[in-house]
């Protein structure tokens, strides 16, 4: 642990935004790191030397400008880490990837700056829940990418983590953001509503001319993201959730007939698919069938209505599949199949039931689970949608249960055509078994790294210097990092 002796300028820092940002707004103990704080996950706790709570942009920038200035000026700091609401959950929730560090939490930037349902964007800053921003949308022609999180979580925290919706990966939604950066100022990267060079006629091009700048700052510690502009997806005009169950031994080629029906656009958005364990730990209600695959069909009164006769139809063709629900109204998911209600909501943009998952998964409500909650962990990979790729990983996971006694419980979400977006849920008793988990995780890490799947997310626990990666793409970030921040204002990251 650092020596709290090798912060002498912290103190001064601290007691000048105290004046700027106000005292109620500055947490610190200028002699020692602050008290460790829980996490669901059961990582290490890091040296957190003080906990800053802006309100506003310019708070955010007073006190970068503050650490940039002392900075310049000879003094010795720690970095700047940046959090929304703090609910990363499974993957470390507020802890830094390495200490000492000041955290800086943004759940008080809370507008909702701008919403157009017509031309279909809303400009958020970090503190605006899916929660909040779906439900302004109830009713309207446009609709929100939802996660099948916690409608508590923070839009902007997991679109710049590189999340995943129930449409498609959250970055999809992006079309801009306001960053403030090292020295203090504020930059507009990709397409911004009302700037005289990217405005509402353009047609969103967020990519802008020349090298873009926008993914700059996603999985990024090269600034202090204050706002982002988000898509909004137009509602389909009928919409039904098509559940099916399936045996192990039918696995592989219920994953290939899945990848058939989303290439030829019988299906829509993510398709999922819940093994016998996630679907336990979420509130899947019987979970006799194995696994469940939930696919949205959706369009017109005319062409959703097709669709779904054809899917149903090549479903029952197949013969890999125990049962199919079709999803109409008439027959509703059972009061106790938490999943599906979850994700029949979610295809619609709807976080109504989401709590009820997380309270099945955690036992506990958002603003307690890294309290009370039981332990969580994720690891998230790429995959290849294709059966044998689905086989060869839940394999793995077969051995990490067979070495370790901790269960993993997986879920396939199926972005498109090629790509499976793999969650690995490791749920375990904090009390008794966070050293098993733990080493269940890191035998994720190693087994699925020797098997080419390397994950798109990091946890608090494994930054990019233990998940590894290509030398030459991090010496490069590397370089673009001291070009963006030459003083070190911001904390070195998960992806550092």
Same mark, same amino acid.
């Given at each position: ?16 935004? +105290? ?8 947490? #610190? ?101 899916? +929660?909040?921003?779906?439900? =302004? ?30 449409? *498609? ?18 930059? #507009? ?53 098509? =559940? ?49 695959? *939930? ?57 109504? #039931? ?46 990490? *249960? ?54 798109? $997310?990091?946890?608090?626990? *494994? ?17 673009? $990092? ?15």
């Amino acid at each position: 642990m650092q020596d709290p002796s090798l912060y002498p300028d912290l103190k001064a820092v601290l007691e000048e935004l +105290k004046e700027a940002l106000g005292a109620e707004r500055v947490r #610190h103990d200028a002699t020692a790191p602050l008290p460790p704080a829980p996490n669901v996950s059961a990582f290490t706790s890091r040296d957190t030397r003080a906990v800053l709570r802006p309100g506003s942009v310019a708070d955010v920038r007073a006190l970068v400008g503050a650490f940039h200035h002392a900075k310049a000026s000879g003094g010795e700091l720690p970095g700047l880490q940046a959090v929304s609401t703090g609910r990363n959950w499974g993957l470390g929730s507020k802890e830094p990837a390495a200490g000492p560090v000041v955290r800086v939490e943004l759940d008080g930037l809370g507008a909702l700056r701008e919403l157009d349902t017509e031309a279909g964007y809303a400009v958020v800053e970090p503190g605006v829940t899916q +929660k909040e921003l779906s439900e =302004r949308l109830a009713g309207t022609g446009r609709m929100l990418n939802v996660t099948a999180s916690s409608g508590h979580t923070s839009v902007v925290g997991n679109t710049v983590d590189r999340g995943v919706g129930l449409r *498609h990966q959250r970055t999809e939604d992006l079309l801009g953001l306001e960053v403030v950066l090292p020295d203090g100022s504020v930059a #507009h990267i990709g397409w911004w509503p009302g700037d005289t060079a990217h405005g509402k006629g353009d047609g969103f091009n967020p990519l802008g001319l020349g090298p873009s700048l926008l993914h700059l700052f996603t999985q990024s510690d090269f600034g202090i993201v204050t706002a982002a502009v988000v898509r909004l997806l137009p509602r389909p005009r009928r919409q039904s959730t098509v =559940r099916a169950r399936f045996h192990r031994e039918a696995l592989a080629e219920a994953v290939d007939a899945l990848r058939t029906w989303k290439a030829n656009g019988l299906v829509s958005g993510v398709v999922k698919v819940y093994d016998t364990a996630s679907t336990a730990t979420y509130g899947g209600g019987d979970t006799a069938g194995g696994y469940v695959a *939930h696919m949205s069909v959706e369009g017109t009164d005319r062409s959703a209505g097709a669709l779904k006769a054809a899917l149903l139809a090549e479903m029952a063709e197949t013969g890999l599949f125990t049962s199919a629900a079709p999803g109409d109204d008439e027959q509703p998911p059972a009061d106790d199949d938490v999943v599906a209600h979850v994700v029949d909501a979610a295809y619609r943009g709807s976080v109504a #039931h989401n709590e009820r998952m997380l309270a099945s998964a955690t036992g506990a409500t958002a603003d307690r689970v890294d309290a009370d909650g039981n332990g969580w962990l994720f690891f998230l990979p790429f995959l290849p949608f294709d059966g044998a790729s689905v086989v060869r990983a839940l394999d793995i996971l077969d051995r990490i *249960h067979l070495a370790t006694g901790i269960r993993p419980g997986s879920t396939v979400n199926a972005l498109d055509a090629d790509v499976i977006d793999l969650v690995v849920s490791f749920p375990f008793d904090r009390a008794t078994q966070a050293g098993a988990a733990h080493s269940a995780l890191d035998l994720a890490h190693t087994w699925f790294g020797e098997a080419g799947l390397r994950p798109y $997310r990091l946890d608090s626990g *494994h930054a990019r210097s233990v998940a590894g990666g290509a030398a030459a793409e991090a010496a490069l970030q590397r370089a673009l $990092r001291a070009a963006v921040d030459p003083l070190g204002v911001m904390a070195a990251g998960r992806y550092a």
